[in-house]
């Protein structure tokens, strides 16, 4: 095991800069997830790592050891990829073995280590099978396999269960993180879905035009994120943004919306009178209330059985609500809710910052 050091990374193709100075600390034994919208730059710096792409500028090391220059094979890594990338003419063993009979290794290690981790992935009675003869979960697993017989210093996930139908993504990030949890191996994930972010990293990356915009724990960027794109990104359904203005009667500080509800800001948070912000919060912190709330427009109810989620509409802004209990809300009717102000955010309408506490 090892960790992973990025500094300053940069990435130009030609004359397009896609990587603009890149940061992070990856501790030994971590699982991090590097998550944004496509086209962010995570695959292309996760491909960096790995070795698969030129650094244009900064340093990549794993371990002591910078690897800038350093080829794929010699980095002590592997990669799972998307589309599996397994060899069709070759049965499940021979797929996982297949590094390791490259690598010159012994017969009976070859033996032991195949039959390692196809137990630990379940994999012990499709050993004899082809990848054809495979489910898509079973290709994934075999995909993992072949990764674990290497016994790497780092795993490298480049969206790994997108190809996966929506029930069985949800057992294999439980399979993922429960591996996780026995091999110890620093691991990076790369995905676009902030679900599978906040369910299986230690720590999150969140990534936005080669930049990074937060790094942290996932209840840490859910609780407190940093600007407007990491609040309305992380967390499902996304956070409510309501444009306001600061107003300060007899020192009760308030927040008047459009249609000029008020309602109370947080105590917390350092506000001047007259000050334009955007006022958030997330919709499981809405709770119904007959008055002196914000009036909102039903627009559609969406009952799961759990729960009650409702979007509605306030002045053009749409609003997402989720209740624990069962509403039968009639779609154009008016109801008003009440925000939990010591769980909502104020952020700077210009810079998309969220404002500082006192």
């Known amino acids: 095991m090892a960790s992973v050091t990025i500094r300053s990374v940069k990435k130009w193709f030609g004359d397009v800069q896609v990587l603009h100075g890149v940061d992070i600390d990856i501790p030994d034994g971590s699982f991090t997830v590097l998550v944004g919208p496509s086209g962010c730059g995570k695959s292309t710096l996760l491909r960096m790592i790995a070795g698969l792409e ?16 350093v080829p794929p094979k010699q980095r002590d890594i592997a ?5 599996y990338a397994l ?11 297949f590094s390791l009979m490259l690598a010159k290794v012994s017969k009976a290690d070859i033996d032991a280590k195949v039959g390692r981790a196809a137990e630990i992935l379940g994999l012990t009675q499709l050993l004899g099978r ?12 075999v995909a993992m396999g072949r990764a674990i017989v290497r016994d790497p210093q ?14 069985l993504r949800v057992a294999m990030r439980t399979e993922l993180k429960e591996l996780h949890q026995r091999l110890k ?3 990076i994930y790369v995905t676009h879905d902030q679900i599978e972010a906040m369910t299986m990293g230690d720590q999150i990356v969140v990534m936005k035009d080669g930049r990074i915009e937060q790094a942290g724990s996932p209840l840490h960027l859910y609780d407190q994120p940093a600007n407007l794109f990491v609040a309305g990104f992380i967390g499902s359904p996304a956070m409510n943004f309501l444009p306001g203005t600061v107003r300060i009667d007899r020192g009760v500080r ?21 000050q334009s912000v955007i006022f958030g919060t997330r919709p499981e912190n809405l709770s119904l209330e007959q008055q002196d ?19 509605c509409r306030h002045r053009g802004n749409e609003i997402s609500a989720v209740f624990r209990e069962r509403h039968s809300f009639t779609p154009g009717s008016t109801i008003h809710l009440r925000p939990d102000t010591s769980r909502c955010h104020l952020f700077d309408p210009e810079s998309g910052m969220r404002l500082p506490d006192e």
Request: proline content about 7%; glycine content about 8%.
């Open 130 to 141: 082809f990848p054809r003869q495979l489910s898509g979960g079973q290709r994934q697993r």
């Open 79 to 83: 990669m799972v990829f998307q589309n």
């Open 87 to 97: 060899y069709p003419h070759m049965t499940v063993r021979d797929n996982m073995s």
């Open 154 to 167: 780092v795993f490298l996930y480049d969206e790994p269960l997108s190809n996966l139908d929506a029930k």
């Open 54 to 69: 030129h650094v244009s500028d900064g340093e990549i090391s794993i371990g002591q050891t910078l690897v800038n220059d």
């Open 185 to 187: 191996t620093t691991s």
């Open 254 to 274: 308030q927040i008047e919306l459009a249609d000029g509800t008020r309602i109370p800001a947080p105590s917390a948070v350092r506000l001047e009178g007259g």
């Open 293 to 311: 709330a914000i009036p909102v427009q039903v627009v559609t109810v969406e009952p799961t059985g759990a729960d009650t989620f409702v979007v």
